[in-house]
């Protein structure tokens, strides 16, 4: 049975902290990026996707063996949509 593994993705006002995470909950790697909000959304969503990729990349895992990325977000987030209605800190509005 090939193992599988989680990203986990803290987003906040200064720092995108991602971790790659086993299915024993261990925390295989990291990596911490600097948030730049003053080039909008759109941006922020670029560093994620670089320090998702920066730990697949880093790590050798592929990208077939990941079950699941989570995103913690600072405001307010529709469940359904997955739309985030406010997040001051990132000046993010309706995204």
């Known amino acids: 049975?090939?193992?599988k593994f989680i990203i986990s993705v803290d987003l906040g006002?200064?720092?995108?902290l991602s971790a790659l995470i086993s299915e024993t909950n261990e925390i295989i790697d990291r990596y911490k990026l600097a948030t730049d909000?003053?080039?909008?959304?759109?941006c922020i969503v670029e560093c994620i996707a670089e320090s998702v990729n920066k730990l697949l990349n880093e790590s050798g895992i592929k990208q077939e063996?990941?079950?699941a990325i989570s995103l913690g977000v600072p405001?307010?987030?529709?469940?359904?949509?997955?739309?985030?209605?406010?997040?001051?800190?990132?000046?993010?509005?309706?995204?």
Not at 13 to 16: C, R, W
Request: net charge positive.
């Open 65 to 67: 063996v990941i079950k």
């Open 1 to 3: 049975m090939e193992k």
């Open 13 to 16: 006002g200064t720092k995108i």
């Open 37 to 42: 909000t003053s080039k909008g959304a759109d």
């Open 75 to 95: 405001g307010t987030v529709d469940p359904q949509s997955g739309f985030i209605g406010s997040a001051p800190n990132l000046s993010i509005k309706n995204y």
